[in-house]
């Protein structure tokens, strides 16, 4: 090619693409986004966000209205703060906004997105829910593990027995049980037992959890602004590498010692816990996507953390929520004392004939959503919503938290009040786009059940057994009720708590 031919070429390309980029600008221009507030070049709104965004975003939403647009750094961000646009992002149009963001956390602590959270909407994603729809969660499996459950509990009431009248710190012991019984429906067994051969002590695996909930919901500026990404300015991306690694010895010893177990029982192998059916479905020669090594691991490693803070901060909430209130735990008690008497502990079951119990649940969940923008969407095409146009690659929050402080839809919306669900028919599994703690269609929690199950059954046995109190001559109104911002949404200062026995004293050593 003689020089002529080539500056002609070059200067033709620039030609085109200075066409094409005005063309997208004009195009651009033209839309009619949702309104929201002017973005700053290269940060874009994230100024308005504070350490606590669910609230930044509550209060910019009551200024824009119930669709708004943020630019987080280069990212189109559409929230969406109401029962009506929670029903188009997670139900009219949810097969457009069931993908996920791609995000450092989904990168570096889940096996470069192999998990079900932060895997894209795809085959991959679709065989993990049939998996858990199927195998993981079926009402039957469920049941099958309800022994666990009632076993963890019970050791749960005994401790805070063995602890009467001193201070407790009652998320630790929630979170024991939790994790209790979710590695020995996950893993068969609970593997963190303080012993000389564990892997990792359970202190130390609540704190990798921990910091894995936290850095699944920190605000990185990484994933809005990707040309500083290898800065790691807040250090998180370091933190995530850290954490994943130390998940990945475990999983590995886990998924080691499970093959050994397989291997040694030869043919007459019974799967008994999940990461047992894991290996077996990476086995099927059936499925569709293949599921490798990394991809048991990264789902043993969702189900454990998924299963395990969420409903412990839940309880914890309601606890305190319950002590601002004594006049909720004297209610509480009259239904559990008339319902099922002083000689037995609650069980699953009965939850159905103890309606004020579970309206303290979903009290609780709709003041302290443990996501309270669900997890972010993504835009799998261009669409419409309410008029406004929406691009592809925006990111989508459901703003639950903001919808639960709705004074069109709650009644005093600021005040805790388990008697506003009674002979109502309102649920949390994904029908009643007011109280969506779960989220709501393709992307919605799979564990929803187990986790409900849970919560429902501590509370109500923790308010059967015990009275409870704050320790000292501390007031209920001392009690501090800030959060912090991370997946979980946790209290910021955890509950320091007393309890007193409530039943016959042999109650407790059953
Ligand atoms: C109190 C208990 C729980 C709460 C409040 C909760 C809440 C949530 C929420 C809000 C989402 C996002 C939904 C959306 O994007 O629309 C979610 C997703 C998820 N949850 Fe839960 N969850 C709980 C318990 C559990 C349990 C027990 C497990 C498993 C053992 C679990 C596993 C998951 C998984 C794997 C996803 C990702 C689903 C997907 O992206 O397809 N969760 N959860």
Redesign the pocket.
Known sequence: MDTNTYYTLAWLATVVLLLQSFRLRRSRRNLNSPPGPKPWPIIGNLNLIGSLPHRSIHDLSQKYGEIMQLKFGSYNVVVGSSVEMAKVF?KTQDVNFAC?PKTAAGKYTTYNYSD??WSPYGSY?RQA?KMCLMELFSAKRLESYEYIRKEETYALLKSIFSSSGAEILLKDLLSTVSLNV?SRMVLGKRYLDESVDSVVSPDEFKKMLDELFLLNGVFNIGDSIPWIDFMDLQGYVKRMKTVSRKFDRFLEHVLDEHNARRRAAGEGFVATDMVDLLLQLAEDPELDVKLERHGVKAFTQ??LA??TE??AV?VEWAISEILKKPEIFQKATEELDRVIGKNRWVQEKDMANLPYIEAIAKET?RLH???PM??P?RAREDCKVAGYDITEGTRVLVSVWTIGRDPNVWDKPEEFCPERFIGKKIDVMGHDFELL?????R??????S???KV?EATLANLLHGFEWKLPGKMNSYELNMEEIFGLSTPKKYPLVIVAEPRLPLDMYHH
Request: one cysteine or more; aromatic letters at 12%.
């Open positions: 997670l996920r079900i959270t994603w829910r979710i969702d189900l998924g299963g969420s409903s839940t969940m959503p443990v996501a669900l997890v969407r703690p779960f989220g709501a269609g992307r919605m929690c799979p564990g929803y187990l986790g409900y919560i």
